[in-house]
């Protein structure tokens, strides 16, 4: 992860992280929601505001908003990870790493990326077969964001860029090239 000095007050970051070898993080539904209850005890600790979030089987994506100097987002990273991992090694009866190293942290400087990087993170369960449209995948901000869930994990922040709700799912809609969206996000 980027250093504590690339950490500061009102900066947004894209984190995501794998499982170790590419493996499973996530075994049953009971983990994706001890994970995401982990999230809102950390978004809180860390005064973190989490703006996009998608957790597949085998990785997660974070898009956040590091909101003061004093808790930087690398021990709000470490944290969630630490926890999740002593948990689920306990729950399987496992022991060892369970994510592929530490988090990946790309800042997010260009406030025009913001809406790109919500579509992206909400296109990887479509992307990957699990679900035909963005706002059916349960484990992610798709139905904070449209109002039909209220988890207190993501701030409605990103639907600013947009006219209305209706706008927002027309634009994560719009056919474009996953490897573009990648390409744009990851330079």
């Given at each position: 992860?980027t ?5 500061q007050?009102?900066?947004?970051h894209?984190?995501?992280n794998?499982?170790?070898n590419?493996?499973?993080i996530f075994y049953?539904?009971k983990?994706?929601q ?11 600790k860390?005064?973190i505001?989490?703006?996009c979030y998608?957790?597949m089987?085998?990785?997660?994506h974070?898009?956040v908003?590091q909101t003061t100097?004093e808790?930087?987002?690398n021990k ?11 948990s ?7 022991s060892?790493?369970l994510?592929?190293g530490r988090?990946?942290n790309?800042?997010v ?11 992206y993170i909400?296109?990887?369960?479509v ?5 035909k449209?963005?706002?059916?995948y349960?484990?992610?901000s798709a139905?904070?964001?449209l109002?039909?869930a209220e988890n ?13 709700r209706e706008k ?6 719009e056919?474009?090239r996953?490897?573009?969206i990648?390409?744009?996000l990851?330079?």
């Amino acid at each position: 992860m980027t250093s504590s000095r690339d950490f500061q007050k009102d900066t947004y970051h894209h984190l995501y992280n794998r499982g170790a070898n590419k493996a499973r993080i996530f075994y049953e539904l009971k983990d994706y929601q001890f994970f995401q209850r982990r999230l809102i005890k950390y978004k809180q600790k860390y005064s973190i505001e989490i703006l996009c979030y998608c957790l597949m089987t085998n990785h997660f994506h974070l898009f956040v908003k590091q909101t003061t100097a004093e808790k930087p987002i690398n021990k709000f990273a470490g944290d969630l990870l630490n926890s999740y991992t002593k948990s689920i090694n306990k729950k399987y009866k496992r022991s060892g790493v369970l994510f592929q190293g530490r988090t990946e942290n790309k800042p997010v400087f260009d406030e025009k990326a913001f809406p790109v990087l919500a579509k992206y993170i909400l296109l990887n369960p479509v992307y990957a077969n699990l679900c035909k449209k963005f706002y059916d995948y349960e484990y992610s901000s798709a139905k904070e964001l449209l109002g039909v869930a209220e988890n207190n994990i993501t701030e409605l922040t990103i639907l600013d860029y947009f006219k209305n709700r209706e706008k927002f799912v027309e634009f994560i809609n719009e056919e474009d090239r996953f490897d573009l969206i990648q390409t744009y996000l990851h330079d």
